[in-house]
């Protein structure tokens, strides 16, 4: 599958590229940010793979978080997919902000017009990592997942649906319990239909509950002054009631005074980075 690199700058001793391929999943051509720390000039290095949220492309994560310092001293490839497929020409896509482009919410649609392009959840855990694996120095053994708001929605139900798969996992502000939040029931209705009991395939709640237990460290940091939070669409507690019931561990950070921005995943990001190095790099 043939890789078109678009940019490729030098960043702590590594490079940050951004690459177009196109998607056999989502029938469009898709663009991609990756980061290669200088380690990886000599050997296979882990992949993180970032999930964006709502309105996002591969580049805000890449251009505002300000990871790469470091996935550079941890030795990580971080690789950060744009949020949904673009350009494909359905009726409504561009309508809204929540829902169509920019907005895949990481699920496989069942629902026509969208059935056919929006298969986020089989190429960010299936097409993406495979296509890194075959064109990266990235050992396929060590992978680890994280995510802001509808991609750390994102981030946890490929972890939960996935049970070994991903080494580590972490969120900013995710949407913990979609099925129940204004922008998980327009979503869900939208690209899965009108039965619910089919929403709960992608929800991190509910998935939590049928967790089979193997070991999963889940770190979350969440603002305290977000108004997502406030306007009950992440319902975090929620997801915490489930794991605690659960017994999954997961730590839960309420963080004084922060919002749902970059500038909130700006501070945090290296304390992630690290959750994630210290099962990558065992």
């Known amino acids: ?21 196109d998607s056999v999943e989502l029938s469009c051509k898709m ?42 001293e941890h030795g990580l490839v971080i690789i950060a997919p744009d949020t949904s497929p673009r350009g494909c020409s359905i009726k409504g896509e561009d309508e809204s902000w929540d829902f ?26 299936e097409e993406l990592p495979r296509l890194i694996n075959a064109n990266f120095p990235v050992d396929p053994q060590r992978m680890s997942i994280f995510g802001h708001s509808m991609g ?21 502000a995710p949407i913990c319990n979609p099925v129940l939040c204004p922008w998980g029931k327009k979503a869900f209705s939208g690209y899965l239909g009108t039965d619910q009991s089919k929403w709960k395939a992608y929800d991190a709640t509910h998935l939590v509950k049928s967790y089979p237990g193997s ?33 999954v561990p997961v730590v839960f950070r309420l963080q004084e005074g922060y919002d749902h921005s970059y500038y909130f995943i700006a501070t945090f990001i290296t304390d992630h ?10």
Request: hydrophobic share 35%; charged share 20%; net charge neutral.
């Open 273 to 282: 980075i690290r959750h994630h190095a210290k099962y990558l790099n065992a």
């Open 100 to 125: 169509g482009t920019g907005a895949g919410f990481y699920v496989d649609a069942t629902e026509d017009p969208w059935k056919t392009n929006y298969r986020m959840y089989s190429y960010v855990t």
């Open 31 to 72: 663009k991609f940010g990756i980061y290669l720390p200088p380690k990886a000039e000599t050997e296979k290095c882990p992949a993180l793979y970032w999930l964006s949220g709502l309105t996002c492309t591969e580049q805000n994560f890449i251009s505002k978080a300000g990871y790469q310092q470091a996935a550079s």
């Open 152 to 172: 750390g929605h994102g981030a946890l139900i490929c972890a939960l649906k996935n049970p070994g798969k991903y080494k580590s996992v972490s969120a900013f």
């Open 215 to 247: 070991q999963l460290d889940i770190l979350i940091d969440q603002g305290k002054d977000d108004q997502f939070l406030t306007d009950g669409q992440l319902l975090p507690d929620n997801f915490i009631a489930a794991c605690t019931e659960k017994k």
């Open 1 to 21: 599958m043939a890789l078109k690199e678009i940019s490729s700058n030098k960043c702590f001793e590594g490079l940050q590229k951004v690459f177009e391929h």
